[in-house]
């Protein structure tokens, strides 16, 4: 089953793009990639998801490798309210079915 | 009003009390979870269900029961409450092609 590598922790500037990265590379040909965003103890928040194509939403863009394997979240302006976990995720399966399943995420904190 | 609904935020109990933790959800979906986070980790799925006679278990059924009394109502009890239970609960729901999760605010509870 698909399972998603991230880095622990990344700082960035306010005002600039925060540019998170996700390894997914035995990811099978039909699942997404979903991104969702933690702020401290709150349920988590649904961002974006794709499947090969980029994607834009008004909270933040999703580049997918060619390839697959591998997807970077982007933040074009990141503001100290975006200081969260984020999580790349996947479905696996859990009994007989797929289902998203959360990593530790990497905890991203905007710096003033 | 929010649309996923946990009760309690917070509870307290003693060890081998029965507790029980309620969901409920107005979106209209069909699919309802529970998951449990505990300090500085992502997310791990107890048990899921896609309708009222379709119950599921997750990573960590064990110490668990769930009850599906409606489609908007989803339920999560520890029989018999141990310590290592003490964690940050979440319900969450899906529906739809795209299978986006939203999320309860959570509901804290410590096992003493």
């Known amino acids: 089953d698909a399972k998603t590598t991230q880095p622990p922790s990344m700082d960035c500037a306010e005002g600039r793009a925060a540019n998170l990265p996700c390894n997914h590379s035995?990811?099978?040909?039909?699942?997404?990639v979903y991104w969702y965003r933690q702020i401290h103890s709150q349920g988590p928040q649904y961002i974006i998801h794709?499947?090969?194509n980029n994607e834009t939403n008004e909270m933040a863009s999703l580049i997918i490798t060619e390839d697959r394997k591998s997807s970077t979240l982007i933040l074009p302006h990141a503001t100290l309210r975006d200081t969260a976990v984020y999580y790349c995720?996947?479905?696996?399966?859990?009994?007989?079915?797929?289902?998203?399943?959360f990593g530790s995420g990497t905890q991203l904190t905007v710096l003033p | 009003d929010a649309d996923v609904t946990q009760t309690p935020r917070n509870r307290i109990t003693k060890t081998g009390k029965r507790i029980m933790l309620e969901c409920s959800q107005t979106?209209?979906?069909?699919?309802m979870y529970w998951y449990r986070q505990d300090p500085g980790l992502g997310l791990r799925l107890i048990y899921y269900?896609?309708?009222?006679?379709?119950?599921n278990k997750g990573e960590i059924s064990d110490g668990y029961s769930v009850s599906r009394q409606a489609q908007a109502k989803f339920s999560l009890s520890l029989e018999s409450a141990i310590p290592n239970q003490t964690a940050l609960y979440f319900c969450?729901?899906?529906?739809?092609?795209?299978?986006?999760?939203?999320f309860g605010s959570g509901t804290q509870l410590s096992v003493l």
């Open positions: 969450a729901t899906s529906g739809g092609a795209d299978e986006k999760l939203f």
């Open positions: 269900s896609f309708d009222v006679k379709d119950i």
């Open positions: 794709g499947l090969k």
């Open positions: 035995t990811i099978s040909g039909n699942e997404y």
């Open positions: 979106k209209g979906h069909d699919r």
């Open positions: 995720i996947v479905r696996v399966y859990v009994g007989s079915a797929r289902q998203l399943t």
